[in-house]
């Protein structure tokens, strides 16, 4: 499966982001979409995951209630809504999928989209 990452940009604290990520190729209905993010000097990690099927959803502690996970099927783009952003959420963004089930860590992941970067200011 194919991925495409886009919105990402510069905000201020407290403001709002949408990122989006196009799949293409493989069928859908077995797949574990997530998002993770890379800040400069460390890990890449764990931010969201969707099963594609059932629409379950997954966040990391950090992120919890602060951002949304979605998707539409009706083009295969899974939305990751991010509000009240602060500077920690300052990272590159990747969108990942998987076949295997849903996994927290990076090797769980057989398909990458390129980053894109969230920048927000304080």
């Known amino acids: 499966v194919q991925l495409q990452a886009s919105g990402g940009g510069l905000v201020q604290a407290g403001g709002s982001l949408r990122l989006s990520c196009a799949a293409s190729?493989?069928?859908?209905?077995?797949?574990?979409m997530a998002w993770f993010r890379q800040a400069p000097g460390k890990e890449r990690e764990f931010v969201a995951g969707?099963?594609?099927?059932?629409?379950?959803?997954y966040y990391a502690d950090s992120v919890e209630g602060r951002f949304t996970i979605s998707g539409l099927k009706s083009n295969n783009t899974v939305i990751l809504e991010m509000n009240n952003l602060i500077p920690e959420d300052t990272a590159i963004y990747y969108c990942?999928?998987?076949?295997?089930?849903?996994?927290?860590?990076?090797?769980?992941?057989?398909?990458w989209g390129q980053g894109t970067l969230v920048t927000v200011s304080s």
């Open positions: 990942a999928a998987s076949y295997r089930g849903l996994s927290t860590v990076e090797n769980g992941y057989d398909n």
């Open positions: 190729g493989r069928t859908f209905s077995n797949v574990v």
């Open positions: 969707i099963r594609w099927g059932s629409g379950r959803t």
